[in-house]
């Protein structure tokens, strides 16, 4: 089974602290993403990567950042935090289009989420 | 860019009341059509997918989902709903291109009552 792991299930942080919210897939996957999910408003799409180093914004990159120095390993980082992103964060990963050995691509794996509450 | 319209933010259904949730999209090609569900205190896992073929596609626990390519739309049916298919349920759509990012409707909260 795809693992898809994200490091804290529950983080409270303070205006202006600088946060990391780290994500490991566990499935050779190349594509990873963060979303965040709120309330009416569905999953909305922050970043996403499709190789180590490589970064593409989503919707909504306002306020974030990401990094990807390992295949595995998909972090997001809110510079200096502020209430407005108090939500949940969601990562995934994938194959990219057309290199899964089954039916499988295109389809996301996501992980558990991490809430976050910014004071 | 794409975008998807799920029609009912909440629904309230008794068990084995028959189950059909809207789901239109727009955009210009072709593209890969998804329903997600996310049980409570659960993962967002994969209900069932369109990629192509047969439009009427088969998921897990009884879903299937139509694509009618006609009107954009790729609606969610259960004959008959369960207390435990209480949750929520979101469309998505990937272009068949490119990075084939996945754009979400808002949800719809679905509450089966026993």
């Known amino acids: 089974d795809v693992k898809v792991t994200q490091s804290s299930r529950y983080l409270v942080k303070r205006t202006g602290e600088k946060v990391f919210l780290e994500c490991v897939q566990d499935?050779?996957?190349?594509?990873m993403f963060w979303y965040r999910q709120d309330p009416g408003l569905g999953l909305r799409l922050i970043y996403f990567?499709?190789?180590?180093?490589?970064?593409e914004k989503g919707d909504i990159p306002e306020g974030y950042s990401v990094s990807r120095e390992k295949k595995e390993r998909f972090s997001l980082i809110l510079e200096s935090a502020s209430t407005n992103q108090t939500s949940m964060y969601l990562c995934?990963?994938?194959?990219?289009?057309?290199?899964?050995?089954?039916?499988?691509?295109?389809?996301?794996?996501f992980g558990p989420g991490t809430r976050l509450t910014v004071l | 860019a794409q975008s998807v319209s799920q029609h009912n933010h909440h629904v309230i259904l008794s068990e084995a009341a028959s189950l059909e949730l809207g789901c239109n999209y727009s955009?210009?090609?072709?593209?890969?059509l998804f329903w997600y569900v996310q049980y409570p205190g659960q993962h967002l896992q994969l209900l069932l997918k369109?990629?192509?073929?047969?439009?009427l596609v088969k998921g897990i626990k009884g879903f299937e989902a139509e694509f009618i390519k006609s009107k954009f739309s790729f609606n969610l049916r259960k004959p008959s709903v369960q207390w435990s298919d209480t949750a929520e349920y979101f469309c998505?759509?990937?272009?068949?291109?490119?990075?084939?990012?996945?754009?979400f409707g808002k949800g719809t909260m679905l509450l089966v009552s026993p």
């Open positions: 995934a990963s994938s194959f990219p289009m057309g290199l899964a050995l089954d039916s499988s691509t295109d389809t996301q794996y």
């Open positions: 499935m050779d996957h190349e594509n």
């Open positions: 990567s499709y190789d180590v180093k490589m970064k």
């Open positions: 955009y210009g090609g072709t593209v890969n």
């Open positions: 369109y990629f192509s073929g047969d439009p």
């Open positions: 998505a759509v990937s272009p068949n291109s490119g990075y084939s990012t996945l754009t």
